[in-house]
């Protein structure tokens, strides 16, 4: 299997790691990638950023709960 993190994981696709990734196994290597996207453009004086763990997404959220967050975009 592979190592990651001080979990070992086994050969073959693993669909979600703890730490929200999609990884590949073999015998050789690992190759992983993110399962979330990152928020890049938002007002970051109205707005803030929580990780959500069980969705492995990120939400945007007002910092005011009576405001909204319209426009975000994400890489």
């Given amino acids: 299997g592979c190592m990651l993190h001080g979990k070992l994981y086994p050969f073959g696709e693993i669909e979600r790691t703890k730490n929200c990734l999609r990884c590949s196994c073999s015998r050789t290597e690992m190759h992983c990638c993110s399962l979330y996207h990152t928020p890049v453009q938002y007002d970051k004086?109205?707005?803030?950023?929580?990780?959500?763990?069980?969705?492995?997404?990120?939400?945007?959220?007002?910092?005011?709960?009576?405001?909204?967050?319209?426009?975000?975009?994400r890489v």
């Avoid at 910092?63 to 975000?72: G, L, M």
């Fill in 45 to 73: 004086n109205t707005c803030k950023v929580i990780f959500n763990k069980e969705r492995c997404d990120y939400d945007v959220v007002p910092i005011d709960p009576s405001k909204e967050c319209s426009f975000y975009s």
